[in-house]
């Protein structure tokens, strides 16, 4: 009787804990595809950036020349992060 009952406590505790893992990892998979969406945002504007600036003008300006510079730490920061998929 008493091992019936022990039995019954760890399966319903393992069902629990399991599904509670499941959500944990829902939840991990949503904000790791939230930040490769911002990391390729963040490069498709640097990539469209030096396409306007071309010559240089922009960046060389004292003050648009910061907001190229944070851009790019943004998204060396960004790459830093999320480990690159290599398919093999």
């Known amino acids: 009787m008493l ?3 022990l039995t019954f406590i760890l399966v319903i505790f393992s069902i629990f804990v399991s ?6 990892l829902r ?6 595809n939230f930040i490769i969406t911002i990391q390729d ?3 498709i504007a640097s990539h469209r950036i030096k396409q306007v ?3 240089g003008h922009y960046e060389s300006d004292d003050e648009t020349s ?3 510079q944070q851009l ?4 060396e920061i960004l790459n830093s992060l ?3 998929e290599t398919k093999e």
């Not at 599904?19 to 944990?24: G, H």
């Not at 939840?27 to 790791?32: H, K, L």
């Not at 790019?72 to 998204?75: A, M, R, S």
């Open 41 to 43: 945002i963040i490069d």
């Open 27 to 32: 939840r991990i998979n949503q904000y790791e």
């Open 53 to 55: 600036d071309s010559q």
């Open 72 to 75: 790019k730490d943004i998204q």
């Open 66 to 68: 910061f907001f190229f």
């Open 19 to 24: 599904y509670m893992l499941m959500l944990c």
């Open 82 to 84: 999320i480990e690159s």
């Open 3 to 5: 091992f019936e009952i």
